[in-house]
């Protein structure tokens, strides 16, 4: 053969292999942008690029300008956009039983400052889906989005408009600009046993119930897919609406909506005492297997829409909402062995490996078995058969250990006096529970990635790609160490790009979604370092209260040097105890607070507290005291009305304060404001004014 021929023979050969490298990468790009459906793996995908990258540049007359190296870049996030909620979604608190509801009433009733009428209570069935909420521009349904993470959700509009059930056009509503209806997306039982079997046959993973099926079917790229689910839509609640519409309780809202033709549920029931509350549950939990959808409890809302707003909200749940949650269900298993995890904050906490099991449709396999306390209580060992249950979403707990099936060399089980991470010595303060490694974050590994697991955790940082195997990756290879390392991580292209499993694509997505949480509220800043006891509700609160990052990384320079006045500012927060102060004061060391304040500065913006009410009010931004005693609502409640209004609420009065607000009996307190000069109101002023 001629040396011509040959090479001709050569190009050609390099193209057919270069044409099927470009297909194979296009078909799984479609796969992973349209069909939200990947069949490998992101590092198997780099592999097959990085391949297809080094043929162009050996032969750059390959390229064209619709190479999918240069094409399909890495428009991240393809599936479904952002959307920001009009209002929170928010969450209900949990009742487990009749003397939560009780209590929760009482509660209510003491902040509403009632007498001794019972509170009017709509209860709704509790349905077990996801929730949603659905605008209407005009009467058109426009759009729809997923609750995420109670402000931002997902947009899954074109999902939703396969739904039978949600009106894509409503009459009623046509003169209305926007009506946002919210309420849940669910399957029916009888489609969920159906969509497994199916699943089954062909070999697909199966979903573990109908809100995990019902989800996964709303987030499918493929409408003709959700449209087979036979997803549905139950109506409860409403978001934005732009003109105001004549209903003054749950129950006239429900009836209008109906009307309008949307789903409502017909099982509801109007409480007027604690003998009511009782009959709607036992009637509905009785009837609850004969129900074609899952429900997991009772839904108590106050029916008054104005007594509602006066409730408002703590935290992420209403106020005017309590949810009471049907008993666990339960099943029996063996524990295989108990192994020791150490926490972020350097816990040891026990847990058991089992043999896993089906709890209300749920597959379980390990169990926490908290603390030395509770295994000695229970006497859980290795190779016991134990009794468990598990409520709704409530992780599983071992109830009891069946004694007589226990093995005859079974010995009692003791937390380990050394760490099993980095061997230090354990300890257990008298009067607590836990047992902590000594080691602390400078020694103990385990404990150094258990708090970068938590800085990027969805409640926190919530950094797509970050989470599990790349973090444990990068924090061996030394890329990072602190969390603000993660937002210096692109010093290391080369190095990560040139490992094996991690490529171009893989990398930019990382470190857009890195990006994309340079900006961040007060709250979950706060709440990603992981302070003992900070929380979600805690982290909030101090956001509310110090209002911006400044004042906040001052008090806890402050705290941490001692400094009584800021140590008392802390008690004072309301809901904030003196143990809780502790573990800030204990947990913000030098070392600590350096770390914070480089943190702050790897990000672009750390925003204020944003009050999710009004704050352009006739109250912002002023300093108000109570004193003496209202009558028409309570302390509590006056104190929450103003600060969603912008106020500022102290105890005592001094040249700063604006308002003072006096109810019967007011004391010293009034007087010191009228030798200052400072408005005082009577409670009749201080309601004109909340109106
Ligand atoms: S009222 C919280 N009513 O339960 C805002 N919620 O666990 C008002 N849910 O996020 C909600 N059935 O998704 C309400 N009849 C019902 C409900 C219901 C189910 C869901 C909802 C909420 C979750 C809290």
Known sequence: MKIKDKKEKNVKKIKEEYLKLKNEINSHNKLYYDQNN??????????????LKSLEEKFPFLKTKKSPTIQVGYKANQGFSKVKHSSPMLSLENALNIEDVKKYIEKISRYLNLKNEFIELVAEPKIDGLSISLKYKNGKFISGATRGDGQIGEDVTSSLMTIKNIPKEVINLKNIDVFEIRGEIYMDKKDFLFLNKNRKLNG????????????????QLDNEVVKKRNLKFFAYTYGEISKEIAFKSQKEFLDIIRHYGFPTNEDFKICKNFNDIEIFYNEIEKKRDKLKYDIDGI?????????????GLVGRAPRWAIARKFPAEKAETQINDIKIQVGRTGILTPVAELNPVLIGGVRVSRVSLHNQDEIDRKDIRIGDTIKLQRAGDVIPQVISVDLSKRLKNSKKFIIPDKCPCCKSKTHRKENEVAVKCTGGLSICEDQQLGSLEYFVSRNAFNIEGLGGKNLKKFWMEGFIKYPFDIFYLDKFKEKIISKEGFGEKSYLNLIKSINEKKIISLEKFIYSLGIPQIGRRTSNLLSKHFKNFHKWF????NLSNGNVKV??????????????????KNFFNNEK?????????SLKKIEDYKFLIKSNSKLSEKIIVFTGTLEKMSRSEAKSKAEELGAKVTNSVSNKTDYVIAGKDSGSKEKKAKDLKIKVLNENEWMKFLS
Do not use: M
């Open 567 to 584: 140590y008392n500012d802390y008690i004072n927060i309301d809901g904030i105890g003196p143990d809780v102060v502790d573990d800030i």
């Open 299 to 311: 839904v108590y809302k106050i029916n008054y829409i104005d007594v509602q707003k006066r409730l």
């Open 38 to 51: 990947p069949k490998i793996s992101d590092s198997e995908y780099d592999l097959l690029w990085n391949e």
């Open 204 to 219: 697909e993973s199966l979903f573990a119930n109908p809100r995990n099926a019902a989800a996964g079917s709303l987030r």
């Open 593 to 601: 607070i350096k770390i914070v304040k480089k943190l702050s500065q």
């Open 554 to 557: 001052i008090s806890i320079e």
